[in-house]
């Protein structure tokens, strides 16, 4: 039964990874100005445009636009959604907050009941598993990411260009992603920064 249990594993992880190298093998650049539309499980729209090695959003370039990858089932997004909500409510004319579910393959209505209503995550959340995967691995490309992600991970990009941010781990300011559940406080300080900074 052990012996069983091990090749179960090493067949998994083997196709796992190749499945994995696979889809970064045929992953498809975005080019300069490249705009991609995203739409929220509620039906709206936000296109995104390809700018400064980074994203910003059409019509809006001038907002700091903070990208969550989360999970609907991943407890420490749970618990920041009000506060991230609260956050997009008080700032609406200069920030904007972009959800992208990852690691599930869960409906648009799944995600509107049991997260975003359940957790009052009343942002942008779009569920699109190709575009978002797109997007992910797009990101994780720019910033030169090398681990795998753990969720919840944002970026945070003013004018296209990713913003160096607090570590969540080590408290220290100098990376270009939150990693797991941020302290809004110390997401508050670092935006107060990238807003001053020209």
Do not use: W
């Amino acid at each position: 039964m052990k012996k069983i249990i091990i090749l179960i594993i090493a067949l998994f992880a083997f196709f796992g990874c190749k499945e994995e190298e696979n889809s970064r093998a045929t992953f498809k650049e975005f080019t300069p100005n490249e705009e991609v539309v995203l739409k929220d499980v509620s039906g709206k729209d936000i296109t995104l445009i390809r700018k400064n090695s980074g994203f910003v959003i059409k019509n809006d370039e001038n907002k700091v636009l903070m990208i969550d990858i989360f999970g609907t089932f991943c407890p420490p997004c749970q618990k920041e959604a009000p506060e991230l909500t609260k956050y997009q409510f008080e700032n609406k004319e200069t920030f904007t907050l972009i959800g992208l579910t990852h690691f599930e393959n869960v409906t648009d209505e799944y995600v509107l009941n049991e997260f975003m209503q359940k957790f009052h995550a009343y942002y942008f959340v779009t569920n699109n598993q190709k575009i978002n995967g797109r997007l992910i691995e797009q990101i994780v490309r720019d910033i030169e990411y090398k681990h795998e992600i753990a969720l919840p991970f944002k970026v945070v990009l003013k004018n296209g260009k990713y913003q160096i941010l607090t570590d969540v781990d080590s408290g220290k300011y100098g990376v270009k992603y939150y990693l797991g559940g941020t302290k809004v406080t110390k997401m508050k300080e670092d935006l107060t920064k990238i807003y001053e900074t020209k």
